[in-house]
């Protein structure tokens, strides 16, 4: 079985996998990280949503073996420690953007994503980009509030770290 | 998904040769279409060989006349490349509409040409442009590299290595979304080119992607474009759109296009 080594969330990682092993499998079953979440496994619903290299992926349409060298993000990396949020997860969390919570790790890691190619989206550019993520409880519109509440939190800190 | 052996040359010429020496092998780029036919178990290939190790097919090169995209260059790389957002604005925002984020960082042109699916929307791109689709042992015209629903003229053992697009005098898409897959129901590409207008139409055709010489005359002559001498028995009919539909909607996004290239 092929060999596969990754920076998750900062940490140096490695295990052996079946080629055929996804890399949301790896990340759910070898490192134990479940917040990443399977909604569709047929590349619908974004739950399994990830950063590979800085660009957010689907985890259930990859393969674990196509991550290798790779740094990877999930919901868990994102909090620098375990008192305080990342501002897109306070975001959501402030504005009420889940109910049940099974899409929100997918949704902030497209978040996420979408701030950091355009820090400062339209309620519109927000929408069109969550193409690729499905929420089955909230409507959508208090993840769209959410977002562009974190949008704007993300370049506060960004300008007080400057 | 079934058992495979997976492969990642670092070069093209690795690739063929990987390719030669497996028993019933598969290409994978982005995955994006190739892996969930693979869970679905409608593919099952021996042998996995992934092009992510070829570097040297990804990028994008313009020189004025021409822009040059490597295969495994993916769709939000095109949409954001200033080089083709300037020379071909109408083919980075064709490529900023696929799909979804995710499917657009991860999906690549070669493989939605490979692909070659009825409802995608780089073949219309692709034909209505006259691009050249260069692999490993030749280059073929787009007019001959699409040969019907699912299929090209590739070889089993060819890979496509870039896509050269000429620059045309001006272009646009227009897409009618299927609301649920945003697949193209029926999109349309204009390209004002110096051989005269090019029109090609993906999501209706049976046989895929297909042009128009009639809406092209059409156009040549100055009139609005209508879809009348499209054949409806050619046409594909499903629960998404009737043939009658898709017929109307061709003639309604060629007029949108031909508007927005100006
Ligand atoms: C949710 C979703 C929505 C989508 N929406 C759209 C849409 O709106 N419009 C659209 O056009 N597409 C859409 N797609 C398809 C998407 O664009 C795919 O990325 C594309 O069709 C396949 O590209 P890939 O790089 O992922 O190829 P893969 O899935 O890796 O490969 C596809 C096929 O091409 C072959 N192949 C790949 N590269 C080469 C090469 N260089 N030479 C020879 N053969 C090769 C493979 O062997 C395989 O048979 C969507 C996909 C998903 C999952
Ligand atoms: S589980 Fe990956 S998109 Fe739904
Ligand atoms: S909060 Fe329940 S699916 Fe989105």
């Given amino acids: 079985m092929p060999s596969v080594s990754m920076t998750v969330n900062g940490k ?27 909604g569709c496994d047929t590349s619908q619903c974004g739950a399994c949503v990830v950063h590979v290299d800085g660009a957010s992926v689907k985890s259930c349409a990859m393969l ?98 400057e | 998904m079934y058992e495979f052996s997976y492969h990642k040359p670092s070069s093209v010429a690795d690739a063929a040769q990987a390719i030669g020496a497996a028993d019933d092998p598969k290409i994978l780029a982005g995955g994006q279409t190739l892996l969930p036919t693979m869970k679905q178990r409608l593919a099952s290939p021996s042998d996995v060989i992934s092009l992510r190790g ?37 083919l980075a925002a064709l490529a900023g509409n696929i799909g979804d984020a995710q499917v657009r960082n991860r999906g690549t042109i070669g493989g939605s040409l ?14 209505a442009l006259g ?35 000429p620059v045309p005098h001006a272009a646009a898409y227009a897409k009618f979304d299927n609301p649920a897959s945003r697949y193209a129901l029926v999109g349309v590409f204009y390209a004002k080119t110096s051989d005269g207008p090019r029109i090609a139409i993906t999501g209706a055709g049976q046989g895929g992607v ?31 759109a009737s043939a009658a539909y898709r017929k109307h909607l061709i003639g309604v996004m060629a007029k949108r296009a031909v508007a927005a290239a100006g």
């Fill in chain 2, 54 to 90: 070829c570097r040297d097919l990804v990028g994008i090169s313009s020189d004025g006349s021409t822009v040059t995209i490597g295969a495994m260059t993916t769709h939000a790389a095109v949409a954001s490349s200033a080089d083709v957002q300037k020379a071909i604005p109408a």
């Fill in chain 2, 210 to 240: 297909f042009r128009s010489t009639e809406i092209e005359d059409q156009i040549a002559a100055g009139k609005t474009p209508d879809s009348s001498s499209i054949n409806e028995s050619d046409l594909n009919a499903d629960i998404h």
């Fill in chain 1, 64 to 161: 674990a073996v196509e991550a290798d060298g790779s740094t990877v993000t999930t919901i868990e990396g994102l909090a620098g420690n375990a008192d305080v949020l990342h501002p897109m997860q306070e975001a959501f969390r402030d504005n009420h953007g889940l109910q049940c919570g099974f899409c929100t790790p997918g949704m902030v890691m497209s978040a996420i994503d979408l701030v950091n190619n355009n820090p400062t989206p339209t309620d519109h550019e927000i929408r069109d980009w969550l193409e690729g993520n499905i929420c089955r409880c909230t409507g959508y519109h208090n993840i769209v509030k959410s977002i562009a509440a974190g949008a704007a939190a993300m370049k506060g800190q960004k300008a007080a770290a």
């Fill in chain 1, 12 to 38: 140096q990682v490695s295990g052996t996998v079946e080629p055929r092993t996804l890399l949301v499998q790896f990340i759910r079953e070898n490192l134990h990280l479940t917040g990443t979440h399977v």
């Fill in chain 2, 131 to 165: 691009a050249t689709i260069v692999t490993t042992k030749r280059e073929l015209s787009a007019d001959a590299f699409f040969t019907g629903m699912f299929e090209t003229a590739l070889e089993e053992d060819e890979i496509i290595t870039a896509i050269r697009f």
């Fill in chain 2, 114 to 127: 490979a692909n070659n699916d009825p409802a995608a929307d780089y073949p219309a791109a692709t034909l």
